[in-house]
């Protein structure tokens, strides 16, 4: 079977794996604005098209002391969040898994007395839509779980609908460190081997340097670009000769 379980959900944030601090995060929400006074008979379904609220809830976690763990996020994240949420079957995240990812901004921080390690509240609030105004889906899927590498991607990919589409969608990439200047890429393919997969085309983080990680970000495509039915991850090193990131894929 493949249900899905707590103990397997790592969390994301701005580039920093916040997994070892969080034990809960709230209703992730994706809900379309009801269409005021509509008729039995209109054809809207009682939805406003495009009009859709995104939410990830509260995160609950543990107050730390780390210079990269949660409270330094709290700290220095401007109140900007990219968030992933990514979800592993019977074990930790692998490629092909659902993800939620989207940006959001932190609407409070509240930390409380208890026994043993002290409890923190995050209410993430509500979605920012810079950047990904022209998209409305928080939901995709894992390419490449938190890991790193050495080298440049010659594997197959994963079919994550299993057909092309035609709608565009959002490129999501979380770069914990490296070594150097690297650039993080998506790649799609009609036919899944090595020499179909080409760039999708803005689908690119840009040069990142080691000074600027940790990074993350949420590229958005044209909602009239065609992805192609399979999916990859792929790098360029510059001066890098190794990275640490997850990365995913929200296809419209």
Not at 51 to 71: C, K, Q, Y
Not at 148 to 173: K, W
Not at 188 to 202: E, K, R, V
């Amino acid at each position: 079977m493949t249900r899905i379980n707590d103990k397997f959900t790592r969390l994301y944030n701005n580039g920093v794996d916040i997994s070892g601090y969080a034990n809960a995060i709230g209703s992730l929400d994706w809900t379309y604005a009801a269409a005021p006074n509509a008729a039995f008979s209109d054809a809207v379904f009682n939805a406003i098209a495009g009009r859709v609220t995104i939410s990830a809830g509260t995160i609950n976690a543990f107050l730390d002391n780390d210079a990269a763990g949660l409270l330094n996020q709290v700290k220095t994240s401007a109140t900007n969040y990219n968030l992933m949420v990514a979800y592993g079957t019977n074990a930790v995240s692998i490629a092909g898994d659902p993800m939620f990812a989207w940006q959001f901004e932190q609407m409070d921080f509240q930390a409380g007395g208890g026994e043993g390690f002290l409890p923190v509240t995050i209410p993430v609030g509500n979605a920012s839509y810079s950047g990904v105004l022209s998209h409305s889906k928080p939901w995709g899927v894992i390419v490449h779980p938190k890991g790193a590498e050495t080298a440049v991607n010659t594997a197959v990919g994963i079919d994550d609908r299993g057909a092309a589409s035609s709608l565009g969608g959002i490129f999501v990439y979380h770069l914990f460190s490296s070594n150097g200047t690297v650039t993080l890429k998506m790649q799609d393919a009609a036919t899944n081997t090595n020499p179909s997969f080409s760039d999708l085309s803005g689908a690119t983080s840009g040069s990142i340097t080691a000074a600027s990680t940790p990074a993350s970000g949420m590229v958005a495509l044209s909602t009239t670009a065609t992805v192609r039915r399979y999916l990859r991850w792929q790098l360029v090193f510059g001066t890098a000769t190794t990275a640490t990131f997850a990365c995913g894929f929200i296809r419209d």
